[in-house]
């Protein structure tokens, strides 16, 4: 039973537009939320969070916007460039610090 | 520089064999963690230790075990038991476990077998 979504597998997006990438998740008892970027054979790099008790957080060309009530975020990658392009992983935290991943996005940013 | 380092980056591993997979931190962190990825799926938790001398299961602990008997230090040994091992183990660290600081990740081992 998958409690973090990204119902995505792929996404492509045109360099210097908006790339929007989706998340849905079940348990209401999450408490904060993060975005990793992911190269190939390279770990997760954390890329920008957000706690339960807000519904935007902006750091430079990345945006996380959440929705509670719809149990649904998503990051806003503004303006899109090609090294952006690689795999984003959703995830949301249980209790204590334990981590729980969608299955992924990958982003191709064309030039 | 301060990081995680998993060694080795290839690792392949014979049928009714152990294998273990280095984990190195010298962040100062208190919890670290092991996940694995298999194709078109994301991480999945397999062991978590918050402190020295104790570690907790994950999501799919079967077939692997772990020690944590330094700080820096958090080996994970994938057993004979383990059926399915082939996958991408990524190991990784954070301040501790109940605060809204993300983990960071070492850049993982491949794991086949031969």
């Known amino acids: 039973d998958q409690q973090v979504k990204q119902n995505s597998p792929s996404l492509s997006v045109q360099e210097g537009r908006i790339s929007i990438l989706n998340c849905d998740y079940t348990?209401?008892?999450?408490?904060?939320f993060l975005w990793y970027k992911k190269y190939p054979a390279e770990g997760p790099t954390f890329l920008i969070s957000i706690s339960s008790i807000k519904d935007k957080n902006e750091d430079g060309r990345f945006t996380v916007f959440l929705n509670k009530s719809a149990k649904h975020l998503s990051l806003h990658i503004v303006p899109s460039q090609p090294g952006d392009s690689a795999v984003y992983f959703c995830?949301?935290?249980?209790?204590?610090?334990?981590?729980?991943f969608g299955a992924g996005t990958i982003l191709r940013v064309k030039s | 520089d301060g990081g995680i380092t998993q060694s080795p980056k290839y690792l392949f591993r014979k049928e009714g064999q152990n294998v273990t997979l280095s984990c190195e931190q010298n962040l100062n962190h208190d919890a670290m963690y092991w996940y694995r990825q298999d194709p078109g799926q994301g991480l999945r938790l397999i062991y978590y230790s918050q402190i020295v001398n104790d570690f907790q299961k994950g999501d799919i602990a079967e077939g692997y075990s772990v020690s944590r008997e330094k700080k820096e230090s958090f080996p994970l040994t994938v057993t004979s038991a383990q059926k399915n091992p082939t996958a991408f183990y990524l190991c990784a660290s954070s301040v501790q476990t109940a605060s809204n600081q993300p983990q960071h990740f070492g850049d993982g081992t491949r794991l086949s077998i031969l």
């Open positions: 348990n209401s008892m999450f408490d904060y």
């Open positions: 995830a949301a935290r249980e209790y204590g610090n334990k981590l729980v």
